[in-house]
């Protein structure tokens, strides 16, 4: 494998623009692109995952936003990761070969979540079947347990996985289970692995115990804040870095108590941004315009710290 720069900071989870009628809206993309990178300083993308709503998407539509993605991110993006996930082991192996294909950035795949793998033996064939077939791309484990209904230790996954899937690169870790990301990390000694934290409320933790970067679908809208709060964290200056995480938990805390779900954050998304992210596919539907109204209030209220 060739040299890469590191995977660190944060990592959009990418929105999938659609159409009135639900089809998907490559056409925004390029606009959504400059404005990750101006308006939000974030430069690297998830596409395809569970805010891109991946798994309600066919083969040919990933296959076309992975594409969109990679072109329009040419030279813009530092990274540019496509979740291949799938149920079936044939389909996520065409979406590995076509991410190799287009030059994508990084893989990732989610354990399959209707016949699970119920032990790590098992996961790690699935996984390594996928990897096996983009030999040149570096390979992430999408953890999200709550999701999947996948609860293997990502700790007890880590043991000797490089050796059966030499691209490994390491994990999105989705979940709050901060103990296990803690010895992942502490097993990290060498530092191969990327370990990037998929729970925007609680980032700072994940940060505290040793999380490379973040991959979140509130750095779409927040991205500028949550910098910010890595610079803090970084000089190090924790009561400010805690105030720009209090700040993002008081927003998702009330718009959770709202429902809250990729619906929502499409919403969201429209009203910062500007771009219209369109209605989700079904079984989700769209936000009320209640929803949105008190969002964009709450949102709106809040004082970041120096007036950011």
Known sequence: ????????????????PMTPDGKINLPVIGQYV???VNEQNVKNVFVNGTTGEGLSLSIQERKQLAEEWMCQGKDKLDHVIIHVGALNLPECQELARHAAAIGAGGIAVIAPFFFKPTNKDELVA???????????????????????????????LLDGIKA??????????????????AQCINKNETGEFEFLYGVDEQL?????????????????????QTNLMLQAFAKPDFALAQQYQFLTGEFLNFVIKLGFGVAQTKAVMTFVSGIPMGPPRLPLVGASSE?????????????????N
């Not at 494998?1 to 999938?16: E, F, H, N, Y």
């Not at 390491?170 to 103990?179: A, C, E, M, P, R």
């Not at 700072?204 to 979140?216: D, I, K, M, Q, R």
């Open 204 to 224: 700072l933790g994940a940060l505290a115990v040793g999380a490379n970067g973040a991959v979140g679908s509130t750095y779409n809208y927040l991205g500028r």
């Open 1 to 16: 494998m060739t040299p890469r720069k590191k995977l660190k900071g944060l990592v959009a989870a990418a929105i999938t």
């Open 164 to 181: 059966q899937i030499p691209t490994f690169q390491g994990v999105k870790f989705s979940d709050t289970d901060l103990l296990d990301l």
């Open 126 to 156: 699935f996984l390594q079947k996928v990897a096996s077939e983009a030999p040149e791309v570096p390979f992430y484990y999408y953890h999200i347990p709550p999701l999947t209904g996948v609860k293997i230790r990502v700790e007890e």
């Open 291 to 307: 929803f949105i109204v008190k969002a964009k209030a709450k949102l709106d209220s809040i004082v970041w710290p120096n007036g």
């Open 34 to 36: 400059d404005y990750l």
